[in-house]
């Protein structure tokens, strides 16, 4: 009779637990997702190249600009909640703080999206230099890790 409550126990915590982390937006699979070049002929000469990411068909699509500076090239990703920015310098390829001057979201919403242990994480992604499709998939398989586990919905 124990074993039987145990196991049901079990069964219902288990259950319990998996629909509590859905209803709260735990994280999921980002897997898939689609990059798309974005032709816009009213493009700064600051930016070189623009693409989107979508995870989600149904939701907005973030957006990424290329813009060359001193240090290297930054992919600047900009969403309706959230502003970071990925650089490619001479120590690698990694996330950083966006500039203020580059800046669409207000950076205390975007502080509260972003995870700041995350972005410490990412610092580093690979001390190589990467073409522009390697920095996209990059940028398109680490940003969701980036978003705290409360707003992923925001992706998908």
Known sequence: ????????????????????????????????????????????????????????????????????????VEYVVHSKYFDVSYASTSDGFGAKEIRNSWRHVPKKISNAVLSGDEMKRQEVITPNKVTDETALGLIASYLPMLVNDDYTHLLN
């Open 1 to 72: 009779m124990k074993k039987l409550s145990l196991v049901s126990f079990l069964i219902i915590s288990l259950f319990v637990v998996s629909v509590s982390a859905h209803a709260t937006g735990m994280r999921k699979e980002f897997r898939d997702y689609e990059i798309s070049t974005v032709d816009d002929i009213f493009m700064s000469k600051k930016i070189q190249q623009v693409w989107t990411i979508s995870y989600d068909s149904n939701e907005l699509p973030v957006t990424v600009m290329k813009r060359k500076t001193l240090e290297g």
